[in-house]
Structures are given as structure tokens and as C-alpha cells.
């Protein structure tokens, strides 16, 4: 046997082995499309403006303004519709797992319209591990974009969620700048690499929701300049204002919100706007045995967005009733 035939074999065995695994990972697992990011001067980084991908056969759309949320013009076309707009991070944002149409915000939109009987709009400006300065940065770029409300959706360690402006957009795995050719790639470079062997894992400084992230003075008083700068931006718009506090497990099950919680409160008030937390409807959740958090205690799954379309839903109860006290938890 020649040493050409000896390898013919082998090769076509990797070959089909090749193809058996793209195929599990495409049409089986989902992968493939990726949500893009693209860098930004003043944001750091937001999702590519008017994409729409399909990753775990979920929906994720993203419109002119770089909003998970339907595209829509910048003003009102009909004087009769309703347009909120909700500010926030990944906790509104959702993960590719959740589909566009079980998102809280889209939740909301659809809620509202019944409720009111007349057109909504809900738009949900977030990425990732954005804080009150990149959602400021966002704001100052589009503008409210005609909105009756706006709500600004917070944990309690976005009180210190300063952007670091570390690149990420293209280096982390997490934050992929172009689509993969194959799903097998994407397999490799999104998962695998970055958790064996910390290759593009996203860099220390960014994701400040982790527990130890670093707290200084600095990234505090930055940030409630720009929760203050956010209300008061809106609110020469016309809009209507509330806050919507998110809390984390830790915070549920321990009996003890952060200082982030507090801090992010008392510009709140300070600022004369109204607030609402998702402590009550999470903590039953949580005793009923209900999955509605993910596995870092923070982010929400599908039911958990189901919850917090509720609260929205109350957040924006709260900023059209502003002569009541507001609704917050102990």
C-alpha cells in the first residue's frame, strides 16, 4: 500500500468527523451567528447598529440605534403612541439564549399596548457590562428618540461601574467583532479557548459585576455624576423618570443589599425620581424554587425576564404618578 493511499483513510475519517461536529453545532446546538460589538469613543463599546442574528435558534435583533429592540423612527409618527425607553446592561439586554420576543423590554412593549390600547414603542438601550457612564455616553449620542418615559435600569455594583476603556471589542471572546466562518470555530474561539486555556478570555477590569471587582472613590463619584446627568438629560426632553433597581442573589438570599443599592437610591432621590427594586418578586420566586436566576446570581433567565417586565412595568407606573412616595423596598 502506498503511503498516499495509507493516509487517505484518516484523512477522510477527520473529514467526516469535521462535518458530523459542524453540522451538531449548527443545526443541533445554534452556533454559528454571533451578536457583534463595535468600539466606541465615548460608549467603549456597543452591539453593530441594525444586525439580526440567530444563535441557540433564538432571535437576537438589533436596531439603527443599537438597541436589542424592533427598529422604529426617532419621533413619533402617530401623536397617539407611547414610547418608553429603558437604559440599562445585560440584565434588560438578556443573553442570545433568550429570544427577542421573551425579553423583558419586548414583554413590556406588548403588556403596555393591551393595557393601553393605543401604540407603544419599548426601546432597550444596553450592552454588557455597561455602566451609568456608557449608558450616559449612549443617551448623549441618540438622545430619548421622543420617549414619554425613561427608566434606568441599575444593580447595586453600578454604583462603581466605571468603564476602564480596556479593548475588548475584537480581543475578548465575549465581544466578537466579526462572525465566525464555521460553528465549529465559533465553538473554539467562544467557549473552549477562553475557559481551558484563557485565550480571549475578556480582560481583568472590565466586567465589574464580579465579586472583588475594585471599588474606588473615583468610579463611584464618576458614576453618580452620570446617573444625575442621565435624569436630568431626560427629563429636559419632556420624559418622565424612574429608577429600577436590580438585585443579586446574594443580596436576596443574604438579607443585605450592597452600598451600591443605597448609593444608586439616594441620587434617586436626590434628583426627585421615583424608584423600584425586584427584591419582593425575585425573593418569592427564589422560595417558590423557581429557576429565574442564571448561574452567576445576577443575570436573569427566560422566566426571571418574565419577572422583570413586570417590575419595568412598575417603574413606569411610578415615574407617571410622581406625586406618591416612591415604591422601594427596605
Keep these: 500500500m502506498s503511503s498516499g493511499n495509507a493516509w487517505r483513510k484518516p484523512l477522510l475519517a477527520l473529514l467526516c468527523l469535521a462535518c458530523a461536529g459542524e453540522a451538531i453545532c449548527r443545526w443541533l446546538i445554534g452556533?454559528?451567528?454571533?451578536?457583534?460589538?463595535?468600539?466606541?469613543?465615548r460608549m467603549e463599546y456597543q452591539l453593530v447598529p441594525s444586525q439580526v442574528v440567530h444563535r441557540f435558534h433564538q432571535l437576537y435583533s438589533v436596531n439603527r440605534y443599537g438597541m436589542r429592540a424592533d427598529d422604529f423612527p426617532p419621533r413619533k409618527s402617530d401623536p397617539a403612541e407611547f414610547r418608553v425607553l429603558v437604559i440599562g446592561d445585560s440584565v434588560v439586554n438578556g443573553s442570545?439564549?433568550?429570544?427577542?420576543?421573551?425579553?423583558?423590554?419586548?414583554?413590556?412593549?406588548?403588556?403596555?399596548a393591551a393595557r393601553l390600547r393605543r401604540p407603544v414603542v419599548v426601546g432597550n438601550a444596553s450592552a454588557k457590562?455597561?455602566?451609568?457612564?456608557?449608558?450616559?455616553?449612549?443617551?448623549?449620542?441618540?438622545?430619548t428618540l421622543d420617549a414619554d418615559v425613561v427608566v434606568l435600569e441599575l444593580s447595586s455594583?453600578?454604583?462603581?461601574?466605571?468603564p476602564s476603556f480596556i479593548p475588548v471589542v475584537g480581543v475578548s471572546a465575549e465581544y466578537p467583532a466579526r462572525q465566525p466562518v464555521l460553528a465549529l470555530q465559533d465553538l473554539f474561539v467562544?467557549?473552549?479557548?477562553?475557559?481551558?486555556?484563557?485565550?480571549?478570555?475578556?480582560?481583568?477590569?472590565?466586567d465589574r459585576s464580579l465579586a472583588g471587582?475594585?471599588?474606588?472613590?473615583?468610579?463611584?463619584a464618576w458614576c453618580a455624576r452620570a446617573e444625575r446627568d442621565i435624569f436630568r438629560l431626560a427629563r429636559a426632553r419632556g420624559a418622565k423618570l424612574a429608577l429600577m433597581q436590580h438585585l443579586s442573589r446574594s443580596e436576596l438570599s443574604g438579607g443585605r443589599f450592597q452600598a451600591g443599592y443605597y448609593a444608586n437610591q439616594e441620587v434617586a432621590?436626590?434628583?426627585q425620581v421615583p424608584w423600584v427594586d425586584d427584591a419582593h418578586e425575585l425573593q418569592a420566586a427564589l422560595a417558590a424554587g423557581r429557576k429565574v436566576l442564571a448561574n452567576d446570581g445576577i443575570h436573569l433567565r427566560a422566566e426571571g425576564q418574565g419577572i422583570l417586565a413586570g417590575v419595568l412595568q412598575r417603574a413606569v407606573d411610578a415615574s407617571l404618578m410622581p406625586a406618591q412616595a416612591p415604591a422601594s423596598t427596605p
Design 31 to 41: 452556533l454559528g451567528q454571533l451578536p457583534l460589538y463595535q468600539s466606541d469613543e
Design 96 to 112: 442570545a439564549a433568550i429570544d427577542q420576543a421573551a425579553i423583558a423590554t419586548a414583554l413590556l412593549q406588548r403588556s403596555l
Design 129 to 143: 457590562s455597561w455602566g451609568p457612564p456608557n449608558e450616559l455616553a449612549w443617551l448623549q449620542a441618540y438622545g
Design 157 to 162: 455594583h453600578d454604583y462603581a461601574d466605571a
Design 190 to 206: 467562544t467557549y473552549l479557548l477562553p475557559q481551558l486555556f484563557g485565550i480571549g478570555a475578556t480582560p481583568a477590569g472590565v
Design 213 to 220: 471587582a475594585p471599588v474606588s472613590a473615583a468610579d463611584i
Design 269 to 271: 432621590r436626590d434628583e
